[in-house]
């Protein structure tokens, strides 16, 4: 992509297609491959982490730090969804379909 290119969400669509295909891959060369070969309780653990993460540099750090946790939360969002087997579509569709509807809980004061 040319640095002039504006990014888009087909960029999860494309790191989803690269998670996918280090499925397979040497282990010993690729840490999705060694997500993958931990298995889905480590997958969801890092993703927890990396969600604990995000929130501390929302709530203490800098905008550069929310930036590079959120990169990673949603890298391990998309190898959960690889080893779960949820394709983006099936997301961005159901984010489509709760446009413009109420939350299920209102949020508490």
Not at 75 to 81: C, E, G, T
């Amino acid at each position: 992509m040319a640095a002039s290119e504006p990014v888009t969400v087909d960029i999860l669509t494309r790191l989803y297609a690269t998670v996918e295909a280090r499925r397979g891959a040497d282990p010993n060369l690729s840490g999705t491959a060694r997500l993958f070969l931990a298995g889905l309780p480590k997958i969801a653990q890092k993703l927890g982490e990396e969600a604990t993460e995000t929130v501390v540099a929302a709530l203490a750090q800098g905008h550069g730090e929310v930036v590079a946790e959120s990169a990673d939360l949603l890298y391990h969002l998309l190898v959960l969804w690889a080893a779960r087997e949820v394709r983006p579509a099936e997301v961005f569709a159901e984010l489509e379909r709760r446009i413009g509807r109420p939350p299920k809980k209102p949020l508490a004061p």
